[in-house]
């Protein structure tokens, strides 16, 4: 099993490679694994930075740590791009999104799979009626249709984070099919709390997917 930790903040549009970078140097240089890091991604969706943390163990029993010996160097480095988002940051621990819901099927897991981040703003104090919406569709043939591995939403202040972990090749047949009539109902429910982060740069739901900047995964 694999734990994520998803961090959002505002970050310049544009510095996508200088964040990067950083991070690469990092990752190379020192053992993230040591610390139970096992795997990072960095997005972006227009002004959002978002960077999630694979851990092998639950932080919440492990402890909480900052991933790497060298975090203080990497907040310094990547500060002039990456700045916090919620209006209620105090501390670093206020960048991390809070999980409200979490599915996967029963059954063995598929060989391949992909994982899509999928951003937009949320009603404050809608999280149960959208996880409500998540579990009623859940627990229907919707999510096997589609290839769904697993799903986890979060929320930071007015964002939403939803992580769809989908079988690759099934995943890639309905990349651009929303046409299911279970699927469109799925949208018409959360249409009362969940809205494109940007609504004038939006034109489909691929619209509100984060495009991927930066991988790393352990391999030992």
């Known amino acids: 099993m694999v734990f994520r930790n998803v961090i959002v903040c505002h ?17 190379n240089a020192t053992r993230p694994q040591d610390l139970g890091v096992i795997g990072r991604m960095l997005l972006s969706h227009h002004d959002l930075y978002l960077h999630i943390i694979e851990r092998k163990q639950d932080p919440k029993v492990s402890g909480q740590n900052r991933g790497l010996p060298a975090f203080q160097k990497i907040a310094e480095e990547i500060g002039p791009y990456v ?12 960048s991390v999104a809070k999980e409200f819901y979490h599915w996967a099927p029963d059954g063995p897991r598929p060989t391949n799979t992909t994982l899509l981040v999928i951003v937009g703003r949320i009603k404050p104090g809608a ?15 919707l999510p096997a249709e589609l290839g769904v ?12 984070v939803h992580l769809l972990e989908q079988d690759e090749s099934v995943a890639e047949a309905n990349r651009h099919d929303h046409s299911k009539p279970a699927f469109a109902k799925v949208m018409q429910d959360l249409s009362p709390y969940i809205g494109p982060y940007r609504p004038e740069a939006w034109r489909s739901p691929k619209d509100s997917l984060a495009n991927v900047f930066y991988r790393w995964r352990a391999q030992d």
């Open 149 to 160: 591995a697993g799903r986890w939403l979060y929320s930071i202040d007015d964002v939403y």
């Open 127 to 141: 999280e149960p009626d959208v996880a409500r919406v998540f579990a009623e569709s859940d627990a229907g043939s």
């Open 11 to 27: 970050m310049v549009p544009g510095s996508e490679k200088t964040v990067g970078d950083v991070f690469g140097h990092y990752d």
């Open 83 to 94: 700045t916090p988002y919620p209006r209620y940051w105090k501390s670093a621990s206020d």
